[in-house]
T-cell receptor
Framework: GENVEQHPSTLSVQEGDSAVIKCTYS??????FPWYKQELGKRPQLIID?????GEKKDQRIAVTLNKTAKHFSLHITETQPEDSAVYFC?????????FGKGTRLSVIA | NAGVTQTPKFRVLKTGQSMTLLCAQD?????MYWYRQDPGMGLRLIHY???????AKGEVPDGYNVSRLKKQNFLLGLESAAPSQTSVYFC???????????FGPGTRLTVT
């Protein structure tokens, strides 16, 4: 089955700096790669996703890149703000149920 | 639209007791999922359903049962609760497996 590894588990950045979170997956049949943000005590919410026929996708300060050959994808947040502080989860799947990474706790220091 | 709702929000059980968690969605989604979230473990899939009347095992199904008698509802049952089942449980739904999952607010379950 699918296995998703996510790094780092914690990340601290200064406000205004960029943050990068990386994930690797094992199943070459996976074709859908979403990223979820979970604020403390809240439900996970989708922030961006990418499909296997696309290499990069951007939405304002957030971007995701996908390297199918290497089986890894990354989340990039630019110009970080305190409200970006949360836990971020990557996931992989599509043909089979999503498998989530263990999460990255991002802290943006003002 | 209420989206995805879960009942109850909190519950405390004694070891060996049983309970049912209810998930409801009003988006006419085919797929529904139950996850558990433990510190440092991410979201792990317990069971899922690809449509009314269907269920399938996920990554951590032992100790849980599910039913999907109506398209809008997905029930998660614990027949004999154990302390290892102390967790936050999230329900989610999606149109297809390769589309956005919408999560409910979660149920915090403590088994003593």
């Amino acid at each position: 089955g699918e296995n998703v590894e996510q790094h780092p588990s914690t990340l601290s950045v200064q406000e205004g700096d960029s943050a990068v979170i990386k994930c690797t997956y094992s199943d070459s049949a996976s074709n859908y790669f979403p990223w979820y943000k979970q604020e403390l005590g809240k439900r996970p919410q989708l922030i961006i996703d990418i499909r296997s026929n696309v290499g990069e996708k951007k939405d304002q300060r957030i971007a995701v890149t996908l390297n199918k050959t290497a089986k890894h994808f990354s989340l990039h947040i630019t110009e970080t703000q305190p409200e970006d502080s949360a836990v971020y989860f990557c996931a992989a799947g599509g043909n089979t149920p999503l498998v989530f990474g263990k999460g990255t706790r991002l802290s943006v220091i003002a | 639209n209420a989206g995805v709702t879960q009942t109850p929000k909190f519950r405390v059980l004694k070891t060996g007791q049983s309970m049912t968690l209810l998930c409801a969605q009003d988006m006419n989604h085919e797929y529904m999922y139950w996850y558990r979230q433990d510190p440092g473990m991410g979201l792990r899939l317990i069971h899922y359903s690809v449509g009314e009347g269907t269920t399938a095992k996920g990554e951590v199904p032992d100790g849980y049962n599910v039913s999907r008698l109506k398209k809008q509802n997905f029930l998660l049952g614990l027949e004999s609760a154990a302390p290892s089942q102390t967790s936050v449980y999230f329900c989610a739904s999606s149109w297809l497996q390769s589309y956005e999952q919408y999560f409910g607010p979660g149920t915090r379950l403590t088994v003593t």
